[in-house]
């Protein structure tokens, strides 16, 4: 089956500055990639998707990118707010399976 | 109100007893999923269901059983035979399944 592998775990940074977070999956046939973040005490909500067919997505300060020669794909954030403190959780999918999470990343962001 | 709900938000049982977890949706989506969160675990698939009256075991279904008999419920059984039952239920559901999957609010589960 599937499996996401996130990196890293945590990731500390300045207001302002970007923030990377990478993962990788195991199965080449999975074709949906989205990210959730996921405030303290709330449920996890999407922030943006990518699916196999396009190879970059950009939605204001936030964008997603996918190699899927590399079995990769990266969310990044520019111009980080103390806001975006969150846990940020990757995840990938194909017709007929459920979506499989990576371990999450806890970004801090401090003014 | 359209959306997914889960209940109760946090539910305590003894240990050795069995605890259904509530989840209703009124999104019209066809897949319905249980994932258990873990503090460093991420979310770990429990069990999912495309369709009425079908579901598959996820990556940590042991201990665990559900039913789909309508498409709008998805419960989700946690049994004696889980060995670590004190954790944080999420419930989902999508369209289908290579789609944005809503989550519900979760129910904390803790075993005394």
């Known amino acids: 089956g599937e499996n996401v592998e996130q990196h890293p775990s945590t990731l500390s940074v300045q207001e302002g500055d970007s923030a990377v977070i990478k993962c990788t999956y195991s199965?080449?046939?999975?074709?949906?990639f989205p990210w959730y973040k996921q405030e303290l005490g709330k449920r996890p909500q999407l922030i943006i998707d990518?699916?196999?067919?396009?190879g970059e997505k950009k939605d204001q300060r936030i964008a997603v990118t996918l190699n899927k020669t590399a079995k990769h794909f990266s969310l990044h954030i520019t111009e980080t707010q103390p806001e975006d403190s969150a846990v940020y959780f990757c995840?990938?999918?194909?017709?007929?399976?459920?979506?499989?999470f990576g371990k999450g990343t806890t970004l801090s962001v401090s003014s | 109100d359209g959306g997914i709900t889960q209940s109760p938000k946090y539910l305590f049982r003894k240990e050795g007893q069995n605890v259904t977890l509530s989840c209703e949706q009124n999104?019209?989506?066809?897949?319905m999923y249980w994932y258990r969160q873990d503090p460093g675990q991420g979310l770990r698939l429990i069990y999912y269901?495309?369709?009425?009256?079908?579901?598959q075991k996820g990556d940590i279904a042991e201990g665990y059983s559900v039913s789909r008999e309508k498409k709008e419920s998805f419960p989700l059984t946690v049994t004696s035979a889980q060995k670590n039952p004190t954790a944080f239920y999420l419930c989902?559901?999508?369209?289908?399944?290579?789609?944005?999957?809503?989550f519900g609010q979760g129910t904390r589960l803790t075993v005394v």
């Open positions: 199965d080449s046939a999975s074709n949906y």
């Open positions: 269901s495309q369709i009425v009256n079908d579901f």
């Open positions: 995840a990938a999918s194909k017709a007929g399976t459920a979506l499989i």
């Open positions: 990518i699916r196999s067919n396009v």
């Open positions: 999104l019209n989506h066809d897949a």
């Open positions: 989902a559901s999508s369209p289908r399944t290579d789609t944005e999957a809503f």
